[in-house]
C-alpha cells in the first residue's frame, strides 16, 4: 500500500479539510484509499464528514478495529480517526508511549485490507498532528517502522500567509526527514477572500500578501535541491463556510475553487513512485557534489594561472609578495566553511599554495561558493523574476558577498592592489574560459 503525508506544523491552517479533500477526490477517481487522522488529541474528522458511526471493535479478531466506511461517488473510503472512538465534542490528550500505542494500534490492528486481486494499489492518506518538528518526524517514523507494507510517496505541505515560519519548519522538516520522504507540492489555503456583492466583488488578502513561492525558492536554495510544486492557492469558501459540523463541513461536491489545485495532488499522487533516497540524502550528496566542484575548481584556476598568465607583469604592477588567504563557505553569511581554506602567494613566476596551518596569512578574501561561480561565469539568476543579469568582482564586493579582511599591519593601499588584483584574476577571459569548459557543472549553482 503507497502512502501520502499531509503536513503543516500549525494548526487552523486547513490540513484536515486539504487531506479529505485529496481522499475524496482520489475514491471518485476509481482508486482504494484509507484515510488515518493522526491528529489524536484534536481529532475533527466529524466535524468535516457529519456522520456520527463509531469504530467497531471485535476482541475476538486480530484486526479488531473495523474503520468507519465513508461513502462517496465512485469508491468508499476506509478511516479511522480518534472522534470515531471517544465521541465527536470530546477531546483525547495523549503524547508520548501513548500516543505511539494509539497510531500503532490503528495500523496494526485496523482492517485496512480490499478483496485480493485489486486492479490498483491502495493508498493510504494521513493526516499528520499539528505541532512541534519533533511531534511529527515521531509520527512518521512510527508510520514506517510499524508497518513494512507501506510504501512512503512523499508529503504534500499546507501554508497560509499568516503561518510565513510554520511553513518554513514545515518543509525543512521534510527535506531532512531521513526515511525517504520529499515535498510532493506545496497547497497554499485560504489565500484569499472574494465580496460576492455585486457592488463590491473584490478579492481581499486578508492574512496578507502571499510569501508562499519566495518561501519555496528560499528553502530550497538553503538546501541546494530542486524546488518543490507549488500546486496553487486555494480562496476561502463561502460555501464551506457556511455549513456546520452536524451535516458535515465538507460537502459532496467540493467547490469549484478545489478543483484545480486538488486535482493537481491526485495527479501526482497516481504518477509517483516510492523514493530509494530521502531528500536529506540528496542534500547531503548535493553538498559534496558542490564541495569536490569547488576544491577543483580552485585547483583548475591556479594551475591555469601559473601555465597561462605572464605573473611577471602583474607582479611588476602590484610589487607584492603578500600572503592571502582564501576562504569558501557554504553560506552567504559566510560562516561556516565549505572547504578547508587555502593561502597563496604571488611572485614573479608562480603562485605558490600553501596550507592553512603552514604560513600567516596578510589578507583573508572571503566569499561563498554560489558568488564564486557567478563570478567565474559572470552573470547571475535574480530567484524571484528568474531574470539573468550580468556579474562581476565588482558585484560581489558591492552587495557584500565577497570580502576581504586584514590580518597584518600593511602599508596604506595595499588593500586596494590587492582587490585590484582579484579583478583582474577573475576577469582574465583566457583564465575563465578554460575553467568554464572544464567546471561546467558549476554553472548549476549560480
Known amino acids: 500500500m503507497k502512502f501520502v503525508f499531509v503536513t503543516a506544523t500549525k494548526g487552523g491552517v486547513g490540513k484536515t479539510l486539504i487531506s479529505l479533500a485529496i481522499a475524496k477526490t482520489l475514491a471518485e477517481q476509481g482508486e482504494f484509499v484509507n484515510f488515518l487522522d493522526c491528529d489524536i488529541s484534536s481529532s ?68 485496512w485490507y480490499f478483496d485480493a486481486g485489486l486492479p490498483k494499489e491502495p493508498i ?51 527535506f531532512l526527514d531521513e526515511n525517504g520522504n520529499r515535498v510532493l507540492g506545496v497547497i497554499e489555503n485560504m489565500s484569499s477572500f472574494k465580496c460576492e456583492n ?14 508562499t513561492a519566495e518561501i519555496m525558492q528560499e528553502m530550497a536554495t538553503k538546501f541546494q535541491i530542486e524546488e518543490p510544486e507549488f500546486l496553487g492557492k486555494i480562496p476561502m469558501s463561502l460555501e464551506i463556510a457556511k455549513r456546520n459540523s452536524k451535516n458535515g463541513i465538507l460537502p459532496e461536491k467540493l467547490p469549484e475553487e478545489f478543483n484545480g489545485t486538488i486535482t493537481k495532488a491526485v495527479k501526482i499522487i497516481q504518477d509517483s513512485k516510492p ?44 610589487g607584492y609578495e603578500n600572503v592571502v588567504k582564501l576562504s569558501v563557505t557554504r553560506d552567504k553569511a559566510h560562516t561556516e566553511l565549505l572547504i578547508p581554506s587555502v593561502c597563496m602567494q604571488l611572485s614573479t613566476t608562480k603562485i605558490t599554495v600553501f596550507e592553512d596551518d603552514e604560513i600567516i596569512p596578510d589578507f583573508e578574501v572571503r566569499t561563498d561558493y554560489q558568488t564564486l561561480a557567478r563570478i567565474i561565469f ?27 579582511m586584514q590580518h597584518q599591519e600593511l602599508e596604506i593601499g595595499t588593500v586596494n592592489n590587492l582587490k585590484k588584483f582579484i579583478d583582474l584574476f577573475f576577469s582574465n577571459e583566457k583564465l575563465l574560459g578554460q575553467v568554464r569548459t572544464q567546471m561546467k557543472q558549476l554553472e548549476s549553482f549560480v
Open 378 to 404: 559572470g552573470y547571475m539568476i535574480h530567484s524571484p523574476t528568474r531574470k539573468r543579469y550580468d556579474y562581476y568582482v565588482g558585484d560581489a564586493y558591492r552587495l557584500g558577498e565577497m570580502k576581504v
Open 198 to 211: 455585486p457592488e463590491c466583488n473584490k478579492v481581499y488578502e486578508i492574512f496578507g500578501k502571499s510569501q
Open 275 to 318: 523514493l530509494k533516497k530521502s531528500t536529506k540524502q540528496k542534500i547531503k550528496e548535493k553538498k559534496e557534489e558542490i564541495k569536490l566542484s569547488v576544491a577543483k575548481t580552485l585547483a583548475k584556476m591556479i594551475k591555469f594561472a601559473n601555465a597561462e598568465i605572464r605573473l611577471d607583469e602583474i607582479y611588476s604592477e602590484f
Open 124 to 174: 493510504m492518506i494521513l493526516d499528520l498532528p499539528q505541532g512541534s518538528s519533533k511531534d511529527i518526524l515521531n509520527t512518521i517514523q512510527i508510520v514506517i517502522n510499524e508497518d513494512k507494507n507501506l510504501r512512503l510517496l512523499g508529503s504534500f505541505v499546507i501554508s497560509q500567509n499568516s503561518q510565513q515560519d510554520a511553513f518554513r519548519k514545515a518543509l525543512e522538516l521534510v
Open 44 to 111: 475533527s474528522f466529524y466535524q468535516f464528514i457529519g456522520e456520527q458511526e463509531n469504530i467497531e471493535i471485535n476482541l475476538d479478531e486480530y484486526d479488531n478495529f473495523i474503520p468507519k466506511i465513508w461513502r462517496n461517488e465512485g469508491n468508499s473510503i476506509k478511516a479511522f480517526a480518534m472522534s470515531m472512538i471517544s465521541g465527536k465534542d470530546k477531546s483525547v490528550k495523549v503524547s508520548g508511549e501513548a500516543y505511539k500505542e494509539i497510531i500503532t494500534s490503528a495500523l496494526k490492528h485496523t482492517n
